[in-house]
């Protein structure tokens, strides 16, 4: 399944420095769901976007992360001032309707390290 | 809120060996259950899933599940499995609210 692109696949960052990670859902998807990657952990899932909204961020911690999904471009997960416990693999997901009897079509991850 | 737990971590068989690997949940809701697989250095790709109907679903490569809804359970089960099966399996929940939660995940090895 090639339909969800994300980038970059792995990305190596400083503490202190920002992470951006981008997410294109499938053709004719409008709604993007973002999960992190913990071992043992399974898939938590961070936050809930449509087009210019973010429909629920209930996953999202407090600080430092923040989502949006334009009109016009792929998703972005920024993380600001990266530390090492960020390191972790993000998933992005799309469906194209609200998901009620959908499915989600994952992308291939990104892996982030934080030195 | 949802919640999915799926009690096996990790299970190693043999090849040609029975597979069952539970997931329950808690949702008093309507719900659509998912079970998802992913193989090493792949993304997630669905297995199979149920909305209604017949409780016991089908899904690719030999795969099935069934949705005992007085259990809240939606065990994946496969009669032989392969080497080819190796992989993280992970059961999905879908509810009101249109999330989907995930459980913590079962790794499987199997053994040539």
């Known amino acids: 399944n090639a339909g969800v692109m994300q980038n970059p696949r792995h990305l190596v960052r400083r503490r202190g420095q920002e992470a951006r990670l981008r997410c294109s859902p499938m053709?004719?998807?409008?709604?993007v769901y973002w999960y992190r990657q913990l071992p043992e952990e399974g898939l938590k899932f961070m936050v809930y976007?449509?087009?210019?909204?973010?429909?629920?961020e209930s996953g999202m911690p407090k600080e430092r992360f923040s989502a949006e999904f334009p009109k016009e471009g792929p998703s972005i997960l920024r993380i600001q001032q990266v530390v090492r416990g960020d390191s972790a693999a993000y998933f992005c997901a799309s469906s194209p309707d609200r998901g009620g009897t959908g499915e989600l079509f994952f992308g291939e991850g990104s892996r982030l390290t934080v030195l | 809120a949802q919640s999915v737990s799926q009690h096996n971590h990790h299970v190693i068989l043999s090849e040609a060996a029975s597979l069952e690997l539970g997931c329950n949940y808690s949702?008093?809701?309507?719900?659509?259950l998912f079970w998802y697989v992913q193989y090493p250095g792949q993304h997630l790709q669905l297995l199979l899933k149920?909305?209604?109907?017949?409780?016991l679903v089908k899904g690719i490569k030999g795969f099935e599940a069934e949705f005992i809804k007085s259990k809240f359970s939606f065990n994946l089960r496969k009669p032989s499995v392969q080497w080819s099966d190796t992989a993280e399996y992970f059961c999905a929940v879908n509810g009101a609210g249109n999330q989907f939660y995930f459980g913590t995940g079962t790794s499987l090895t199997v053994i040539p």
């Open positions: 949702y008093g809701g309507t719900v659509n």
């Open positions: 976007l449509q087009k210019e909204n973010i429909i629920d």
């Open positions: 149920y909305f209604s109907g017949d409780p």
């Open positions: 053709k004719g998807h409008s709604h």
